[in-house]
Structure formats: structure tokens, C-alpha cells
């Protein structure tokens, strides 16, 4: 029978983290761990505090900001200054334009130290020798690789916590170069894993990539599924089925119909 334009390909992929709603969480300064708040399963909020540290940064981020708060005060009372004898022709534009350069710098240098120490959860007046990490994002820590008196590194690439909304995950599918006529952003899929038999997750794709891989000449694709109870987890094999609609009509018949002659 001639099937109207409706196309099933079926896909390998995985689960992954919507990264849309993941944080990993590294350290800002170089410290020691000195609590850890949370662990992992806990779900948590938005600005609420994971771990803190203890770092003599701190200090110096303070004192930073301190200084920052006089070096614009100083170019405000010097930008009014330099106006009034722009004004009385006493200052040449070039001096003036030092001026308002050096009140720019200063403004830039408040709002930079002012949010490192909200990223830290530090009073810009109060001394402190400890910072805490906060989450940025609402969710499930579902990562801990960090202990009490461990020693982090603000250069590290290994995040020391990670925290996601598995509400809804992200599958990746592999699609090979001849279906890619039939791939398209907004189609639905239907994606099965192994740990649950007979059951399907319903999804839509929502991004192809524009590259193909060169070693497997596949074309990776992203779906977002919805996740009530967070039955599938990251990193899950999965297969994915997408019917498309808009791929050229095919005939469709019942595989038992197809014989072999020879070659």
C-alpha cells in the first residue's frame, strides 16, 4: 500500500541532562571545603546554599570592593569637578575625556567586585574568611564529587556538584545521512528504553545538528521528553522512532512479503 507521506525511522541514542536546566557547579575561588549542605537526592532551590569555603580570597575580594567603592566616589566628585571647568574653558576635552574614562573604569570595577561577592554569598562590609556556592537553578543534586576539607582549585574543569531538573531530559539520537530527508525540528518521537518494556516516552525534536560525524557518519539530533517521576535517567540507552510527515510518499508492505532470489 502506498503510505501517505508518513515515514518511520528508527534511531539509537541515549538519555542526557536537560542542560537548559543543569547546573555544575565549580568553585569561584581557591579554598577548602569546610561544609557540605546538601546531598545527594536533595532536591533544591534556586540561591540556596551548597557547600561553603574557606579561602583567604575572600579577604581580598572585600577589600577589593572596599577600594573600588572610594576609587568612584573619588571619580565622581573628579567627573562634576572636570564638567565645571570644561565648562569655564580651564580643561582642555582630552582632560576631561581621561576623566570620565577613568569614571567609567571605576563604575566597571564596583559592579565586578559587587558580583563576586553576591556569587559568594559574602557581605561586602562584614570580614569573612568563608564563601558559600549556591545553586543557580531549582532541581535534584545528582552529582557530589567533592568532600569536607577537600581542597578545590577555581581553574579545575571537574565540577564539584551537579544539579538538574529532571522533569524533562534531553534524548540524543544518531540519524544516518539517508534519513535526514525525513528529520525535521518539531517532529514527534516516540522513544523506548530497555529498562521499561513496552512502554514509550512521547517527545518532539527540537534542535539536528548542523555537522556530521566524520567517524560514524551520523548527524546527531535533540529531543526533549518529558520525565514525570524521573523514570528515565541520564545516560540510558534509547531507541527513538520518528514519523515524519513531510518525506516523499513510499510504498509500505508487511516484511513476510519480501523474498530473496539468488543475490
Not at 575580594?61 to 566628585?77: E, G, N, P, R
Not at 540519524?175 to 523506548?192: H, K, N, P
Request: proline share 5%; hydrophobic share 40%; with cysteine.
Amino acid at each position: 500500500k502506498e503510505a501517505e507521506g508518513a515515514t518511520l525511522v528508527a534511531l539509537t541514542g541515549r538519555v542526557g541532562f536537560d542542560e537548559d536546566h543543569t547546573q555544575r557547579v565549580a568553585a569561584a575561588i581557591d579554598g577548602r571545603v569546610t561544609a557540605l549542605l546538601v546531598k545527594p537526592g536533595d532536591k533544591v532551590k534556586a540561591g540556596q546554599a551548597l557547600l561553603e569555603l574557606s579561602s583567604p580570597t575572600v579577604g581580598q575580594i572585600q577589600a577589593d570592593a572596599l577600594k573600588a567603592q572610594q576609587d568612584l566616589s573619588l571619580a565622581q566628585k573628579a567627573i562634576e569637578r572636570g564638567r565645571k571647568l570644561m565648562a569655564d574653558g580651564a580643561i582642555s576635552t582630552k582632560e576631561l575625556a581621561q576623566i570620565e574614562a577613568d569614571f567609567r573604569k571605576a563604575t566597571s570595577d564596583v559592579a565586578r567586585t559587587a558580583a563576586q561577592l553576591r556569587a559568594l554569598g559574602v557581605s561586602p562590609s562584614e570580614p569573612a574568611v568563608s564563601a558559600s556556592l549556591r545553586a543557580r537553578v531549582d532541581g535534584l543534586l545528582v552529582e557530589r564529587s567533592v568532600l569536607v576539607g577537600q581542597e578545590v582549585r577555581a581553574d579545575s574543569t571537574d565540577p564539584l556538584l551537579t544539579i538538574s531538573d529532571l522533569s524533562t531530559v534531553w534524548v540524543l539520537a544518531d540519524a544516518y545521512e539517508q534519513d535526514l530527508s525525513f528529520v525535521q525540528v518539531g517532529a514527534a518521537v516516540s522513544v523506548r528504553v530497555p529498562a521499561y518494556p513496552g512502554e514509550t516516552f512521547a517527545g518532539k525534536v527540537v534542535h539536528v545538528h548542523d555537522t556530521v560525524d566524520p567517524d560514524t557518519r551520523t548527524v546527531k539530533l535533540r529531543c526533549v521528553v518529558p520525565n514525570p517521576g524521573g523514570r528515565l535517567k541520564p545516560e540510558m540507552f534509547a531507541k527513538v522512532e520518528l514519523s515524519s510527515q513531510g518525506g516523499p510518499k513510499a510504498i509500505a508492505l508487511p516484511s513476510s512479503a519480501v523474498l530473496n532470489d539468488g543475490d
